[in-house]
């Protein structure tokens, strides 16, 4: 017998502005983050794109908390950084 298991490695968080349902009705959103989940409750953010500022960033980690996420790193200017 075999047994597979296919456990998550990469997501992404896409903002959309005034559409709840934008992911299914495939509008332009205005930014992405790319979630490399690094085990367990750990997560790389990468590959940010468009306008992200701290509310916005503060919305993603609740949203990361939410699905057991409770430690974030992201590199900025060159710099890892915890969240």
């Not at 998550?8 to 992405?32: C, D, F, H, K, T």
């Not at 699905?67 to 992201?74: F, P, R």
């Amino acid at each position: 017998m075999i047994d597979l298991v296919m456990t998550p490695l990469v997501s992404q968080i896409r903002l959309y502005v005034n559409n709840p349902n934008g992911y299914a009705e495939r509008a332009a959103y205005q930014a992405i983050i790319t979630v490399s989940h690094t085990g367990g409750n750990r997560a790389y953010l990468s590959g940010a794109m468009g306008e992200i500022d701290r509310d916005t960033l503060k919305a993603a980690l609740k949203l990361l908390a939410e699905h057991g996420i409770t430690e974030v790193t992201i590199e900025r200017r060159g710099k890892f950084r915890s969240l």
